[in-house]
């Protein structure tokens, strides 16, 4: 019997790369967008595609319960739906990111296969401890809540045998991004000095991660943060103005 993983979020960027490495391990992928998919990079055969906004009660709730009369009972559930829209950025983002994600969740809560693993991820941000200029304050705030509603639903839906995590990555290349970053190579280089790792990770990068967690090799691990930015975040300003300025100290702090 395989695996159903469903992925909130999945039509493009970092969720559709979730998407296709959970189909390429052999599992049923089902991804649920408020549009459909568009353009080269857009639909992946096999891939089911059910458009629903997530923060409608209404469109949600069909969708949840299409998808699992069609396709199954859920193995794993991703969630990486982010607010893109042009009205109030406040209320957008917690009803996008926070609202929508409990109300998945709860809707899910019932509809797991009773596996011995099942999973939750919850797609953050390192926006949840530090501050992004270029996102505004309600993505700060919504993406510091997830890490908490991770660890919420780990306490109460563990004795139902769901697991449920949070990844939180630093910017990523996405196949949407990549001609952006290839245009700027000064923002690349500045990647490569500050990295510990040297360079900017990719959206399959933090797909493997989630598939780590949505996987049995994980099957101990819950109400974690895993952050995926190549050591940005631990490194300490005095290295980071080393690295800056002396360019032999980048490996040798
Ligand atoms: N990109 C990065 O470098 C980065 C870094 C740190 C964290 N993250 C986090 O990773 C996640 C994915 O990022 P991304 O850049 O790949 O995002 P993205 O390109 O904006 O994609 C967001 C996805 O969420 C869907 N979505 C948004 N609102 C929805 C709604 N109301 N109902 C249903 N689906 C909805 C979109 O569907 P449609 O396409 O149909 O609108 C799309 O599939 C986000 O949570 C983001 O905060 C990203």
Same mark, same amino acid.
């Given at each position: ?23 390429? +391990? $052999?599992?049923? /992928?089902? /991804?649920? $967008?408020?549009? =459909? ?41 991703? %969630?990486? #739906? ?17 609202? +929508?994600?409990?109300? /998945? ?10 596996? +011995? ?21 309600? !993505?700060?705030?919504?993406?510091? +809540?997830?890490? #908490?509603?991770?660890? !919420? ?15 939180? =990555? ?41 598939? *780590? ?6 099957? *101990?691990?819950?109400?974690?943060? %895993? ?19 002396? =360019? ?6």
């Amino acid at each position: 019997v395989t695996e159903h993983v469903l992925v909130i979020g999945g039509t493009r960027g970092i969720g559709r790369a979730v998407a296709r490495a959970q189909q390429a +391990a $052999g599992h049923t /992928v089902s /991804v649920v $967008g408020a549009h =459909p998919p568009e353009g080269a990079g857009g639909a992946t055969p096999a891939i089911r595609h059910w458009v629903a906004d997530v923060t409608n009660e209404a469109e949600r709730t069909r969708a949840l319960s299409e998808i699992v009369d069609e396709c199954g009972k859920l193995t794993h559930l991703v %969630l990486l #739906q982010r607010f893109r829209g042009t009205g109030d950025a406040w209320q957008g983002e917690i009803e996008t990111s926070l609202t +929508a994600s409990r109300a /998945v969740i709860e809707a899910c809560a019932e509809r797991f296969d009773g596996r +011995a693993d099942n999973s939750i991820v919850l797609v953050g941000s390192v926006a949840a401890r530090f501050v992004a200029g270029e996102q505004p304050v309600g !993505y700060h705030v919504a993406k510091a +809540a997830l890490e #908490q509603m991770a660890r !919420y639903y780990a306490v109460t839906l563990g004795p139902r045998g769901v697991r449920v995590n949070c990844v939180a =990555p630093a910017t990523v290349l996405k196949e949407e991004s990549a001609e952006f970053y290839r245009r700027q190579p000064e923002i690349l280089d500045l990647y490569r000095r500050v990295v510990p790792l040297g360079r900017m990770g990719t959206a399959e990068e933090v797909a493997s991660v989630v598939g *780590f967690l949505c996987s049995p090799a994980a099957s *101990f691990v819950t109400g974690q943060v %895993l952050v995926v930015d190549g050591g940005v975040s631990v490194l300490g300003q005095e290295a980071l103005a080393r690295r800056l300025t002396i =360019p032999d100290e980048r490996n040798t702090i």
